[in-house]
C-alpha cells in the first residue's frame, strides 16, 4: 500500500464547473490547458525560467494512500527541468493550502511522489503572483515571437554588449540603435523573453528605464 501507481491520464475539456483557460507556450509542442486562471498564472514562471526545459499541465496520475484508503490524484503540472529533475507541481489558493485537512492529504501525496524519487512542489498566490515579477513576464509574453531573431535585433544585442559596462536602459539603447522607443520596445521585450538579454524582473517593473545587460548564462527560455 506504500508503491506509487502511474494509472491514467485525466483530459481537460468543457465543463460545467471549471472555465478552461489556454496558455500559448512556445516552450511546449502544444497550447497548455488549465482550470482556474491561478493556473494559468503558473504558466508565466514555467513559460521563461531558463531552467524549465518543458511543462505540461494534467500529466500522468499516480496514486497514494491516505486515512487507508488508496486515492488517485493528477498534478497540476510536470515540469523537466534542466538539470534533469521531473517535479510535478500542485497549485492551490493559499487560503486552501493553509488548511489542516489538505495538509494532511498534500503530506500523503507528496510521500508517495518521494518514494518514486519525485518532487511534488506546493505553489501559491504568494509564489505564482508576486509583484511586479508577474507583471513583467505577462509584458514579455505579450511581445515574445517565435523562430530566428530580426537583423535589427541583433544590432541590439551587439549594441548591449558593446555598452554592458555603462549600466544603460532601454531608452538609451533605443538612441544608441537610431531606433523610435515605441519600434525598439517590442524588439527589446522579445530578446528580454528569449533570454538574450536580461535585467531586474523581480524588484523593479519593466519600463524604458530598465538597465539590460547581455545574458552571459545563456539558456534559451524556449525553443
Known sequence: MTGVFFMYRRKLGKSKVNNIHRFVSLKNPSTILTESALEFDSCYPLEYSSKVLSYESQPEGYEYVFEGRICRYTPDFLSRMIGGERPYIEVKPERVARRKDFLERFHCMKA?????????????????RRQPYLNNLKILHRYRTGGVLASEQRKIIEIVRSNEEQQLSLQDHAVLSDMELPYFLPLAYDLLARNELTTDLDTSPLTKDSVVRICHDHRPAFH
Do not use: D, H, P, V
Open 112 to 128: 508517495a511522489a518521494e518514494r518514486s524519487g519525485t518532487q511534488l512542489l506546493l505553489w501559491t498566490e504568494e509564489y505564482i
